[in-house]
């Protein structure tokens, strides 16, 4: 019995259970998956950087492989103040992203000086029976320091029975400053599959990465 496997076996439990001296840094780095609070797994698919960009584009990776699609918004830099992040969604692989949608919004705010507070329904933002693009945050802005995070899920896209669920929270530092808390939920109104996905802000371009990830349900 070689060194790596005594070494493995003395952090091995009777039970089967690897103590925390069997695992290091460097012996999980190429795991990509693992499992989720809710039972099922999270599995990172790609990742997109903008730089300077007018839109991301996942064009690939929504099909039946997976149940829920999770994008992942991770410092998302408008170029222009007071513009929004928004999305759409295409059953055509990306040729039009024209969806119709009916959504919900609200949203909290707060200042860095504590001069406004607010927490309100944004009729504004949301959409009923729409193609538009939809709002996912709040007057971004162009501040260095400013940007955009938060997640989209996006549920079972590939099936052609149910239309297709969508919940997002985002913050956002705005140039205010203070913070925007959006809350955006509704369904893209089409039994066809959904198979790509659009960001873009409201005006001008954004930097920034967004990452999709796949869950399954067990």
């Not at 300077?52 to 991770?74: K, P, Q, V």
């Not at 985002?170 to 509704?186: E, F, I, R």
Request: aromatic share 10%.
């Amino acid at each position: 019995m070689g060194s790596i496997t005594r070494g493995l076996s003395n952090n091995i439990t009777t039970g089967g259970v690897i103590l925390p001296a069997g695992i290091t840094n460097s012996s999980v780095s190429a795991v990509t998956s693992f499992a989720n609070a809710s039972g099922g797994t999270l599995t990172l698919l790609s990742t997109q950087t903008a730089s300077n960009s007018a839109t991301i584009s996942f064009t690939t990776g929504l099909d039946s492989t997976y149940d829920l699609y999770e994008f992942h918004f991770i410092n998302v830099h408008a170029r222009t103040n007071t513009a929004d992040l928004q999305f759409n969604l295409s059953t055509d692989a990306g040729s039009n992203y024209n969806v119709t949608k009916t959504t919900t919004v609200f949203r909290a705010n707060h200042q860095e000086d504590d001069s406004g507070t607010n927490l309100e329904y944004r009729t504004d933002f949301d959409l009923a029976q729409s193609t538009s693009f939809q709002y996912l945050s709040g007057y971004s802005s162009s501040d260095a320091d400013s940007g955009i995070s938060g997640t989209l899920q996006l549920f079972n896209p590939s099936s052609t029975t149910y239309v297709k669920h969508f919940i997002a929270n985002t913050n956002t530092a705005t140039g205010d400053p203070g913070s925007y808390n959006n809350y955006v939920a509704g369904y893209g109104n089409t039994t066809s599959a959904i198979n790509a996905i659009r960001f873009q802000m409201s005006s001008g371009n954004l930097d920034g990465d967004i990452k999709l990830y796949g869950v399954k349900k067990s």
